[in-house]
Each structure stands twice: as C-alpha cells, then as structure tokens.
Nanobody
Framework: QLQFVESGGGLAQPGESPRLSCSGS???????????IGWFRQAPGKAREGVAC????????NYADSVLGRFTISRDNAKDTGYLQMNSLKSEDTAVYYC??????????????????WGQGTQVTVPS
C-alpha cells in the first residue's frame, strides 16, 4: 500500500516561506521514481483541490493558477520524498495539504489521485 507522511506545516508568520515535505513508503512493486506525484489541499468547507504535480523525472511541473509563481514543487527520487516550497503566502492558502501519487503530470492537463488514498496531511495556517 502506497503511503505518504506529510510534514512542514504550521502557522506561517508574515515573510515566512515554509517548505512542505512528504515521505513515501510502500513502493515495492513499482518504484517511487516511476510515478508522478502531486500536492493537494483542502480548506475548511471546501473540496480538495490540486495544487501542483511533478512528473516522475521532474521534467514537467504543473500548477494551479492560484499558486503559479508562488509555489514550487520538487522531488528527490533517491529519498522517495516530495517537496512543496511555499512563497508569498496568502490567507487563502490556509488548508490541510496532502501529497499523493497522481495520474501522469502533463503541462496544461489536470491531475488527480487515482488510488484515492490519503495521508493525514499537514495543516498550513496563514493569518489574514
């Protein structure tokens, strides 16, 4: 079973630029490096939405319009870990952030979690 443990969230003070991490496990049949991965978030009272995805070899990165130019997704296949660098945070970025394997990450194409499994997420709170 593929699992991710997200970390790095918290209360973001003005000027801070937190980096979220997600550590993957369970990649026994197919390696972590074979999958696209992505970050998603869910704000109170709202549906979960995709934030960013990255292809298996980091060649393609795709972002939601709401975070384009502010967030950067990356990965380290040697560590089975994904990252989300968050800059210029806004109060509307407040949400629980999740990491997951995604459908193939392609420029201009949507992405989703095909397995439907989610970790506990990490809460990011940006004061208004």
């Amino acid at each position: 079973q593929l699992q991710f443990v997200e970390s790095g969230g918290g209360l973001a003070q003005p000027g801070e630029s937190p980096r979220l991490s997600c550590s993957g496990s369970g990649f026994t049949l197919v390696k972590f490096s074979a999958y696209s991965i992505g970050w998603f978030r869910q704000a109170p009272g709202k549906a979960r939405e995709g934030v960013a995805c990255i292809s298996y070899n980091s060649d393609t990165r795709n972002y939601a319009d709401s975070v384009l130019g502010r967030f950067t997704i990356s990965r380290d296949n040697a560590k089975d870990t994904g990252y989300l660098q968050m800059n210029s945070l806004k109060s509307e970025d407040t949400a629980v952030y999740y990491c997951a394997v995604t459908t193939e990450c392609r420029t201009g194409r949507g992405w989703y979690n095909p397995f439907g499994q989610w970790g506990q997420g990490t809460q990011v709170t940006v004061p208004s």
